[in-house]
């Protein structure tokens, strides 16, 4: 009894979100330059608990932010007194971004590579000088209407995904 007791709680017990496949391939980087995340996308393993919903890049305060992607802009104001920015890129992908002055209102459409914004400094957690919180969401189409949380880095194309080097072989001096 008590064996099958311990079974059903390991049963129930919540595991890691798996983030589902991104539905393109295609964004690019929402700052100049290289795109490296200073905080990495870490959802949380249940929808209602903490986790970081986006990754942090650092950049300059007042560095213009650029549409990854085509799209209609869904928000621009005040969220919790924070700035942030939303755009709709279609086939149920949102990308936010935080803190921002936005140059551009709801409605908007905006193509690849327009200015939407400024980075603004003040982003709690952030380990330098100012981070842009880019976030990601695709609509997951379920009963419940929640949104999946996806790491906008594994959208962007093969020309902004940030490069690692690693080892070709054990013992290469990476370490």
Same mark, same amino acid.
């Given at each position: 009894?008590?064996?099958?007791?311990?079974?059903?709680?390991?049963?129930?017990?919540?595991?890691?979100?798996?983030?589902?496949?991104?539905? @393109? @391939?295609?964004?690019?980087?929402?700052?100049?330059?290289?795109?490296?995340?200073?905080?990495? =996308?870490?959802?949380?393993?249940?929808?209602?608990?903490?986790?970081?919903?986006?990754?942090?890049?650092?950049?300059?305060?007042?560095?213009?932010?650029?549409?990854?992607?085509?799209?209609?802009?869904? =928000?621009?104001?005040?969220?919790?007194?924070?700035?942030?920015?939303?755009?709709?890129?279609?086939?149920?992908l949102r990308t936010t971004y935080e803190p921002v002055r936005a140059s551009v209102r709801t409605g908007d459409s905006v193509a690849t590579g327009d200015a939407v914004g400024?980075?603004?400094?003040?982003?709690?957690? $952030?380990?330098?000088?100012? $981070?842009?919180?880019?976030g990601a969401r695709l609509a997951s189409g379920g009963p419940s209407g929640d949104d999946d949380y996806i790491d906008p880095l594994s959208m962007l194309s093969v020309h902004? @995904?940030?490069?690692?080097?690693?080892?070709? @072989?054990?013992?290469?001096? =990476?370490?």
């Open positions: 009894m008590v064996a099958a007791a311990m079974i059903a709680i390991l049963l129930v017990v919540p595991t890691a979100a798996a983030s589902p496949d991104p539905p @393109r @391939r295609d964004l690019r980087g929402p700052l100049p330059g290289p795109v490296s995340a200073v905080t990495a =996308f870490d959802p949380p393993v249940e929808p209602w608990l903490a986790g970081h919903r986006g990754v942090d890049l650092a950049a300059a305060p007042l560095t213009t932010i650029r549409a990854p992607a085509d799209g209609t802009v869904v =928000f621009a104001g005040a969220v919790g007194g924070r700035p942030v920015l939303s755009i709709d890129h279609g086939a149920g400024h980075l603004l400094a003040g982003h709690a957690g $952030c380990p330098v000088a100012s $981070c842009l919180h880019w902004d @995904r940030p490069i690692r080097l690693k080892p070709t @072989r054990p013992g290469d001096g =990476f370490g």
